[in-house]
């Protein structure tokens, strides 16, 4: 038998359907990691607020910043 004679299978879908199906299934799979990823930053803000009491430095002398500062487990990055 001739392959040439052999008629393919038509696709049920065309090609334009198929690549606007695309384009739908891929920007909603966008829209849903953006909306992930606020969830976990929303999250992440959340747990961070149950967890560390908010900074209080109103009030504090230089001497009190300092001595804050030198307790703190970020000392290497204030200023010197």
Known sequence: MNPKLID???SKITA???LSLKIMLLTRAMEQLEQETQDRDEEKLSYLGERLPPLQFSGLSLA?????????PWKDRCGR
């Open 8 to 10: 393919k299978p038509k």
């Open 16 to 18: 334009s359907r198929k």
């Open 64 to 72: 009190e910043l300092q001595d804050l500062c030198k307790q703190a």
